[in-house]
């Protein structure tokens, strides 16, 4: 339940910033010209708290307002309590908006890298194109409580000058152990203030080439987490990406994604697409990945997305420009955004239900500060650029098959313009406000939000202790018995900390994984031997035998681990998994047989299949996922003429994910729904190998009502048959590297 706050205690709260300045003068800037604009100090942001509505029993206090922070985008709190916050002066003022230069469109979706982007803004500019890129500039501030007293009272610059013409908005802030992750179009950059006078020394771009298209304002480079397999995990918006890492290129141009890599910026890899802005990540107590994307405001709604690796959520930029024969072509007509229901569309993950309307901001309840009571709830903000229609939600996830439900969603504070929202040490919430409508004020506050009832809780004030405190120091048994603490951050910082000791934690961690006394306490230990054996020289056999735990959560860790390891090993053990455990267990021992990528795996997948029976489309994914990485992919096409029209399908989304031209035999199956697939594989992705044959299929009736006319003046026609229908609901944006809109349809969204 919702109270007004009508009677909350609103203190006289006068800010002074530091003598580094909340508002720093011209000699500041690294252009030696550029000052951000900042509002003085007032009493707005206090009185403010009147109007909020916030969960009963809850009390919301005014941390830091301006001149200490403005524009606020993003903030991340650090193991001390201190506040790093993303500030943007670029928006609209270095950052644009295709929707505001639409006879650019056809340019920017030709764009492949950043430097394609630049290059188009430097054409369409001219001699103006260095005052509307290159001034304004990025930064990030160091907020400070430095007395205690719940209120800060010091700001400082810790990163600015973030001005490159091709730059985006800063986005994306992660603090952990003295490092600073931040995410500013193109880059991902690590920070770090080495001689401890609050402005960062180290400013190293970890990787770069994000942000290849202008697309639409505020789909950046975001969702910075760390996740329990010790992985830096971010996102990205429908503005794609280009990076040349390690001797490869990953490149996705057409829509967003997460990626993920080790801590030092090593192993950069995709985790999965489709993705349209996923501004916030977040991993629950057993290592799921969740995110909270954005609508196209074309009739479509918000999602709450599970994460799978691999996966692939539906969404491609172009999608956002149709307007005709049906807006947004085929994520509207496809219902693609709609949560899981028969005859979906089967290449993509499903979101598990739609909520919020500009989600942001992202977290989950750490376990102390308020109570069990709100174990496992997600906090997700809602931006909607109107104080009085955002807030923050609150909902849980609960099992369903291989995935889950969103249950109990209500509103846990509204009436406030949220960007972003996060758990301090001490269990209180913390959430940052725009102030007011889509445009930069000049101002912006940070809030808390505490529950009187555990002011003097015990395990909180220990959480905050031991965050601030470190882990260095802790002998071995007291970081395996801090494996299975209340709180989330406790329990990584320990696993992680055992980690970074090497080998020599082997036995503790092997110890925590079989016998810890709390559950939680197990996941953290395999998750441990994960990272162990990641880095090398350690053996993960002994792991092979948590696949038989009567505990749930151990057998599907213990099989994502083996998977990730590729440990042959656990080849019978998994197999037998698969075949006879609940639907989650199923799941993940499905996509560690894929890692392994055995022969002998793809029968027993097949067989998962079958008696899945298109029922559940997590189960479904993972049979996909399973029989793509197949290392023998002439046996897993053996399985196009099974009797399972399940099997076939997902045989089929296997091979539109390797591109593979034998996709056109289905465009006989007797299922018109794989038909439709099929059609849909050829035509998307494109496989122009394969276009020929979609072109004679045309030629003949097709079963069931599964017709639509193919949307006009395509620039790849189908040969000989360029006014053909396509089978199913496939209306799409033309093929090609170019994603060309219809002709005249420049209509803004």
């Known amino acids: 339940m919702l109270n007004t706050l009508t009677q909350i205690a609103l203190p006289s709260l006068f800010l002074i910033a530091s003598a580094s300045g909340a508002q720093q003068d011209a000699g500041d800037a690294e252009d030696g010209g550029f000052v951000p604009e900042v509002m003085d100090a007032s009493g707005e942001g206090a009185d403010a708290i009147a109007r909020f509505e916030v969960q009963a029993g809850f009390r919301v206090e005014l941390f830091a307002a301006e001149p200490l922070l403005a524009n606020p985008v993003c903030f991340t709190i650090d193991e001390r309590g201190r506040f790093f916050v993303g500030e943007t002066f670029r928006h609209h003022a270095g950052v644009t908006d295709m929707r505001e230069h639409m006879d650019w469109l056809n340019e920017d979706l030709a764009s492949q890298t950043v430097a394609d982007r630049v290059a188009m803004f430097a054409r369409n500019e001219g001699d103006e194109f260095n005052d509307r890129y290159a001034r304004a500039f990025e930064q990030v501030r160091l907020i400070v409580d430095t007395d205690g007293d719940g209120r800060a009272d010091t700001a400082t610059v810790f990163a600015d000058g973030f001005d490159d013409p091709a730059a985006g908005i800063g986005a994306g802030l992660l603090a952990r152990d003295g490092d600073v992750y931040y995410t500013c179009i193109p880059d991902l950059w690590l920070l770090r203030d080495e001689d401890g006078d609050g402005r960062a020394d180290v400013r190293k771009v970890l990787h770069t080439g994000f942000g290849v298209r202008v697309a639409l304002l505020g789909h950046d480079l975001h969702g910075l987490r760390m996740g329990p397999d010790g992985r830096l995990y971010f996102s990205i918006g429908d503005r794609g990406f280009h990076v040349e890492t390690e001797g490869r290129t990953l490149a996705h141009p057409r829509t967003g994604a997460v990626l993920r890599c080790e801590p030092d910026g090593s192993g950069l890899e995709v985790f999965a697409t489709g993705l349209r802005n996923p501004q916030e990540l977040v991993f629950d107590d057993h290592g799921d990945l969740f995110t909270g994307d954005n609508n196209s405001d074309g009739g479509d709604e918000a999602r709450w997305v599970w994460v799978l690796e691999g996966g692939d959520c539906g969404w491609r930029q172009a999608y956002q420009w149709i307007t005709r024969p049906n807006l947004r072509g085929p994520w509207n007509a496809e219902q693609l955004w709609h949560p899981p229901f028969a005859g979906q569309a089967a290449y993509i993950n499903p979101p598990i239900a739609n909520i919020a309307d500009g989600p942001s901001g992202l977290t989950v309840y750490p376990g102390t500060g308020w109570g069990d009571r709100w174990r496992g709830h997600f906090f997700l903000c809602d931006f909607r650029g109107d104080r009085a229609l955002s807030g923050v939600h609150t909902f849980r996830n609960q099992p369903k098959g291989a995935g889950f439900e969103l249950v109990g969603a209500e509103r846990f504070l509204w009436k406030v313009l949220v960007t972003d929202v996060e758990f301090g040490p001490g269990g209180d919430l913390y959430v940052s406000d725009w102030v007011s409508g889509w445009n930069k004020t000049g101002k912006g506050r940070i809030y808390r939000i505490s529950d009187p009832a555990f002011a003097e809780d015990e395990r909180a004030r220990e959480t905050a202790s031991l965050l601030a405190r470190g882990f260095a120091e802790h002998a071995p048994g007291a970081l395996a018995a801090l494996l299975g603490h209340a709180d989330q951050r406790v329990r990584q910082a320990a696993q992680f900390e055992l980690v970074r000791r090497g080998e020599g934690s082997y036995a503790v961690l092997l110890e925590a994984a079989r016998y810890a006394h709390v559950p939680l306490a197990r996941l953290h230990g395999i998750w441990g031997l994960g990272q162990l054996a990641r880095s090398g020289g350690i053996d993960l056999e002994p792991l092979v035998e948590l696949l038989g735990s009567d505990d749930l959560e151990v057998r599907c860790q213990a099989a994502r681990v083996l998977g990730d390891g590729r440990h042959p090993g656990a080849l019978v053990a998994l197999t037998d998994l698969l075949a006879g455990g609940r639907p989650r267990a199923?799941?993940?021992?499905?996509?560690?047989?894929?890692?392994?990528?055995?022969?002998?795996?793809?029968?027993?997948?097949?067989?998962?299949?079958?008696?899945?029976?298109?029922?559940?489309?997590?189960?479904?994914?993972?049979?996909?996922?399973?029989?793509?990485?197949?290392?023998?992919?002439?046996?897993?096409?053996?399985?196009?003429?099974?009797?399972?029209?399940?099997?076939?399908?997902?045989?089929?989304?296997?091979?539109?994910?390797?591109?593979?031209?034998?996709?056109?035999?289905?465009?006989?199956?007797?299922?018109?729904?794989?038909?439709?697939?099929?059609?849909?594989?050829?035509?998307?992705?494109?496989?122009?190998?394969?276009?020929?044959?979609?072109?004679?299929?045309?030629?003949?009736?097709?079963?069931?009502?599964?017709?639509?006319?193919?949307?006009?003046?395509?620039?790849?026609?189908?040969?000989?048959?360029?006014?053909?229908?396509?089978?199913?609901?496939?209306?799409?944006?033309?093929?090609?590297?170019?994603?060309?809109?219809?002709?005249?349809?420049?209509?803004?969204?």
């Open 586 to 749: 199923r799941l993940f021992a499905a996509m560690a047989l894929g890692k392994l990528g055995r022969t002998e795996s793809i029968g027993p997948v097949a067989q998962m299949l079958r008696a899945a029976d298109d029922g559940d489309p997590w189960l479904r994914y993972a049979g996909i996922f399973a029989l793509g990485s197949m290392a023998d992919q002439a046996a897993v096409l053996a399985l196009a003429d099974d009797a399972s029209a399940a099997v076939r399908r997902a045989v089929l989304v296997v091979l539109r994910r390797h591109e593979r031209p034998e996709v056109a035999r289905f465009l006989d199956d007797p299922d018109p729904s794989i038909v439709a697939e099929a059609a849909r594989a050829i035509y998307d992705v494109p496989i122009l190998s394969a276009m020929e044959a979609l072109a004679v299929r045309l030629e003949r009736p097709l079963p069931g009502n599964t017709e639509r006319p193919l949307p006009g003046n395509t620039e790849r026609p189908l040969p000989g048959n360029t006014e053909r229908p396509l089978p199913g609901n496939t209306e799409r944006p033309l093929p090609g590297n170019t994603e060309r809109p219809l002709p005249g349809n420049t209509e803004r969204p």
